[in-house]
């Protein structure tokens, strides 16, 4: 799937290309005191009770959170699609401006590439923790995401401010079947001097 293949390799491309930015999230010492912080302000999640239950856990430190669903039935459809977008409202501003919007992507076609890509399936169940993979048609049971850091949802260069990660999975009838905001503060210390 191109959406994949984009976030796996737009890094490398950058790379390969000369104009790799050091990550935020890198080790060095000179750079750590500009590392973001980043803490989970609040979930929103939603899940059609016809099909599912779905709950989400921030974790103590409010930077990594974990999502929970109970599919009561199969999900037969291959015309699932879901929807991202990147919302942020910078500090000392009134109105949030979108970063980054993607529409009717195919979700059955992203499970599919999950499965066939090696470095996707690596980051997901170790990082994490991805409870069991997952195909379409998606069938009943019980489907856990733990450990979702906030660092792997968001950009790498970030400002100060109120960032919200929505994810929506909506079927071919045009019906929501899950949702999920994600809305997280962010400050970067070296902004600040």
């Given at each position: 799937?191109?959406?994949v293949?984009?976030?796996?390799?737009?890094?490398?491309?950058q790379?390969?290309?000369?104009?790799?930015t050091?990550s935020?999230?890198?080790e060095d010492?000179e750079?750590?005191?500009q590392?973001?912080?980043?803490?989970?302000h609040?979930?929103?999640i939603?899940?059609?009770?016809?099909?599912?239950?779905?709950?989400s856990?921030?974790?103590?430190?409010r930077?990594?959170?974990?999502i929970?669903v109970?599919?009561?039935?199969e999900?037969?459809?291959?015309?699932?699609?879901?929807?991202?977008?990147v919302?942020?409202r910078?500090?000392?501003?009134?109105?949030?401006?979108t970063?980054?919007?993607?529409?009717d992507?195919?979700?059955?076609?992203?499970?599919?590439?999950?499965?066939?890509n090696?470095?996707?399936?690596?980051?997901l169940q170790?990082?994490?923790q991805?409870?069991?993979?997952?195909?379409?048609p998606?069938?009943?049971?019980?489907?856990?995401?733990n450990?979702v850091s906030?660092?792997?949802i968001?950009?790498?260069?970030?400002?100060?401010g109120?960032?919200?990660?929505?994810?929506?999975?909506i079927?071919?009838?045009?019906?929501?079947?899950?949702?999920?905001q994600?809305?997280?503060?962010?400050?970067?210390?070296?902004?600040?001097?």
């Amino acid at each position: 799937m191109n959406f994949v293949r984009l976030a796996l390799f737009f890094p490398l491309f950058q790379i390969i290309n000369g104009n790799a930015t050091k990550s935020l999230w890198d080790e060095d010492e000179e750079e750590k005191a500009q590392k973001p912080i980043l803490r989970i302000h609040h979930i929103n999640i939603f899940g059609d009770s016809r099909y599912m239950k779905a709950l989400s856990y921030i974790n103590d430190s409010r930077t990594q959170f974990s999502i929970t669903v109970s599919l009561r039935e199969e999900l037969g459809s291959n015309f699932l699609t879901f929807n991202i977008k990147v919302r942020v409202r910078p500090s000392e501003r009134e109105v949030f401006v979108t970063l980054l919007q993607m529409r009717d992507l195919d979700l059955c076609g992203f499970f599919f590439e999950y499965r066939k890509n090696p470095m996707m399936k690596y980051f997901l169940q170790s990082e994490m923790q991805l409870s069991d993979i997952i195909a379409c048609p998606v069938r009943a049971g019980n489907y856990s995401l733990n450990n979702v850091s906030v660092k792997d949802i968001y950009p790498q260069v970030l400002q100060n401010g109120t960032y919200k990660f929505f994810v929506e999975v909506i079927e071919a009838t045009a019906e929501k079947v899950f949702a999920l905001q994600v809305t997280t503060e962010v400050l970067v210390p070296s902004a600040l001097e």
